[in-house]
T-cell receptor, first 111, second 112 residues
Framework: SQQGEEDPQALSIQEGENATMNCSYK?????LQWYRQNSGRGLVHLIL?????REKHSGRLRVTLDTSKKSSSLLITASRAADTASYFC???????????FGKGTRLSVIA | DAEITQSPRHKITETGRQVTLACHQT?????MFWYRQDLGHGLRLIHY???????NKGEVSDGYSVSRSNTEDLPLTLESAASSQTSVYFC???????????FGPGTRLLVL
């Protein structure tokens, strides 16, 4: 069963706008990761945030983690057409188990 | 540069045939994973391995098997292909169990 659930399932914005995607999960985690998948390609790791961190930045990406609410958000600022992709959150559950991926958010950035 | 490759990239087979999908990584990672991706289901874990001679079942392992005879390779075998196994298959590897996973380009499998 999937632990991470992204919201919304799909998002369409204009180039230059900010895009926010959310991920909720159910159990304790060691870390939470965000991945991007371009159409027809494999997933690419974007950012990892550990359970003792609250916010992390990487270029135009900002990730927050609220362990009390069991949720995370991914913000892409000043979006570009090249940001069009599906975005997945993945949680590392406490214990000796693999990452659990959500179903993803499909982002469309319109030029 | 280290990489992870999958072959073939596209495969058409018939129901009942045995199919093997290859995955090869040069990261020297101990952990390797096989996923399938279907519309509406996201990524689902099929099998994974923590090292040579180690294999574990994932969420959707029925009808699939893997073997790990060396660090670099984790082939996925469909014992008797079924139409329900038509999907896109991704292989991934990671250094630590809960750490960043590096994905291959995927294999698109069609079972007729």
């Amino acid at each position: 069963s999937q632990q991470g659930e992204e919201d919304p399932q799909a998002l369409s914005i204009q180039e230059g706008e900010n895009a926010t995607m959310n991920c909720s999960y159910k159990t304790s985690i060691n870390n939470l990761q965000w991945y991007r998948q371009n159409s027809g390609r494999g997933l690419v790791h974007l950012i990892l945030i550990r359970s003792n961190e609250r916010e992390k930045h990487s270029g135009r990406l900002r990730v927050t983690l609220d362990t009390s609410k069991k949720s995370s958000s991914l913000l892409i600022t000043a979006s570009r057409a090249a940001d069009t992709a599906s975005y997945f959150c993945a949680t590392d559950p406490s214990g000796n188990t693999p990452l659990v991926f959500g179903k993803g958010t499909r982002l469309s950035v319109i030029a | 540069d280290a990489e992870i490759t999958q072959s073939p990239r596209h495969k058409i087979t018939e129901t009942g045939r045995q199919v093997t999908l290859a995955c090869h990584q040069t990261w020297n990672h101990n952990n390797m994973f096989w996923y399938r991706q279907d519309l509406g289901h996201g990524l689902r874990l099929i099998h994974y391995s923590y090292g040579v001679q180690d294999t574990n079942k994932g969420e959707v392992s029925d009808g699939y098997s893997v073997s790990r005879s060396n660090t670099e390779d984790l082939p996925l075998t469909l014992e008797s292909a079924a139409s329900s196994q038509t999907s896109v298959y991704f292989c991934a590897s990671s250094e630590g169990l809960g750490e960043t996973q590096y994905f291959g380009p995927g294999t698109r499998l069609l079972v007729l």
